[in-house]
């Protein structure tokens, strides 16, 4: 059926707003349209109510569909010029020209605010775009200052970890002497110890409390004192290592932090534009994960750097104090060791004079024993001549009493008998107190050469001891390298 009348007109209005162009959000939507333009078809339903828009899920009620049936039979039937009424107004040509003139005014106005946005906008953009470029150029400024500043830094720290290292290798090896020094010293100490203990086995009188046996004793406490000041610093040498690899760590945790951060601003210093890896990372700019500033950053390495030099003087103040003490410790029992050895030396003299003397004393003394008792063995002789002749004379004085009468006359005979028989006996007492003397200087001569003899056994162990025992210990004292700590 053929639609008779007027073509129809719709005008889209809209509110006028102050800007012709929409937001920018709306502007890509308001050019592209992906939905087909409506063809005006008669038959069509143009007007669509608003049950149509509702969800299909809902079930419309049957006055609702009948409202809705009147309105699509009363839309249909204006189509028709024959049922229009007299309220149906229609343009008048004046109507028709002030909406040209409108249109045109409107669109040369639109035209005009068109291309004043666009050279506005053209502006902006390359204001925005010199902007942008000067401050990226001062980021990657800043990102080589920094990166200027890591290289500093971590050149003062890889200088100072090699002169911690150096110093660090220089207190073990040093550490290392003073241990081996202090390794040493129990070999003398324990010699001087043994011949303590040897010096114990003398015997007698020998064992007296001479001036070797006090330089033992002070040898003993020389070397027990320098074994003492040994440990004391072995202890002070193993803690200043452990200081010093503790800041050596907190060196090579920083210069590896820096590092890492070196890496990180050099890969972002030589980002541009067209690089492989940028990306969109939304909100990081609010996000400050910082923990320093640049002062507390470079403090934070200084104070590092000032904290290791400190503990490397410490540690150099301590390897030249254990150099002092090795070097005196060495002198100190190399003085005592060649005192004692003096004393031994001059105490080994004075024994083996003794036993020459006493030698001498006692082949001196076996001679008069022997001497002794030939004298008695002449005395026994000389008593047992002297019987014979008392004998005589005490025979010829009993044979004369036997003459008769008046023949006993005491004439000179007889006083010659008495005379010689007194003589021979108080010779005869003579020799035997003499024999009697003769025999006591005899036992004491055996006595004598009895306590020679023990003393020059007495005198020969001393000898024995000192020489064979105590000196030849001695021959393996350390010498003055490895007291040192230098094998």
């Known amino acids: 059926m053929e639609l008779i009348g007027s073509t129809l007109t719709a005008t889209y209005s809209r ?14 939507s308001s050019y592209r349209n992906t939905q087909p333009a409506l063809t005006m078809n008669p038959s069509a339903n143009l007007w669509r109510t608003k049950s149509y828009f509702k969800s299909s899920n809902t079930v419309p009620s049957s006055a609702s569909m009948h409202r809705d049936n009147l309105e699509l039979v009363r ?22 020209y002030k909406s040209n003139q409108s249109n045109y005014r409107e669109s040369e106005s639109s035209r005009k605010s068109a291309e004043r946005l666009r050279r506005d906008t053209m502006r902006l953009m390359q204001d925005k775009e010199q902007l942008t470029r000067r401050t990226q150029e001062k980021s990657s400024k800043n990102i080589g200052e920094r990166l200027s500043d890591i290289v500093f830094w971590k050149s003062e720290l890889s200088h100072e970890i090699d002169n911690m290292v150096t110093e660090i290798a220089a207190l073990t090896e040093v550490k290392r002497r003073l241990e081996r020094a202090l390794a040493e010293t129990e070999g003398p100490l324990q010699v001087s110890q043994e011949c303590l203990y040897h010096r114990e086995k003398r015997m007698s009188i020998d064992l007296v409390h001479d001036d070797v046996e006090k330089d033992l004793i002070k040898e003993v406490a020389v070397i027990k004192s320098c074994q003492e000041r040994m440990r004391r610093y072995l202890d002070r040498a193993i803690a200043q290592l452990a200081s010093n690899r503790a800041a ?25 534009n067209t690089s492989d890896g940028i990306g969109y990372y939304r909100g990081i700019e609010r996000l400050d994960p910082s923990l320093s500033v640049p002062d507390s950053w470079c403090r934070f390495t200084d104070d590092n750097i000032l904290h290791s030099q400190s503990e490397r003087a410490a540690s150099h103040k301590l390897r030249d104090e254990i150099e002092i003490l090795l070097n005196t410790t060495s002198n100190e029992m190399w003085n005592q060791f060649n005192n004692v050895n003096v004393a031994f030396t001059n105490r080994i003299s004075e024994t083996s004079d003794a036993k020459n003397s006493l030698q001498t004393h006692l082949a001196k ?34 044979e004369r009493t036997r003459r008769p009468n008046i023949e006993l006359c005491r004439d000179n005979p007889h006083h010659s008998l008495v005379v010689e028989v007194r003589e021979i006996e108080d010779t ?26 023990h003393d020059l056994s007495i005198k020969a162990n001393s000898l024995f001891l000192e020489q064979e025992k105590c000196m030849s210990m001695r021959k393996s004292f350390p010498s003055m390298p490895r007291l040192v700590g230098y094998t």
């Open 75 to 96: 839309a249909q039937t204006m189509f028709y010029p024959s049922n229009r009424t007299v309220l149906s107004t229609r343009y008048t040509p004046d109507d028709w």
């Open 248 to 272: 050596q760590h907190e060196l090579e945790r920083d210069i590896s932090d820096k590092v890492t951060a070196q890496r990180i601003d050099d890969r972002c210093h030589y980002l541009r």
């Open 428 to 453: 005869i007492q003579k020799l035997k107190e003499r024999l009697m003397e003769a025999e006591n200087a005899l036992q004491i001569l055996v006595k004598t050469k009895v306590t020679l003899e």
């Open 365 to 398: 003394t076996l001679q008069e024993m022997y001497q002794t008792e030939m004298l008695i063995e002449s005395l026994r002789k000389a008593l047992k001549d002297k019987e014979y002749p008392l004998k005589v004379a005490q025979t010829r004085l009993e």
């Open 15 to 28: 509110p006028k707003t102050g800007h012709f162009l929409p937001a920018i959000s709306t502007m890509a």
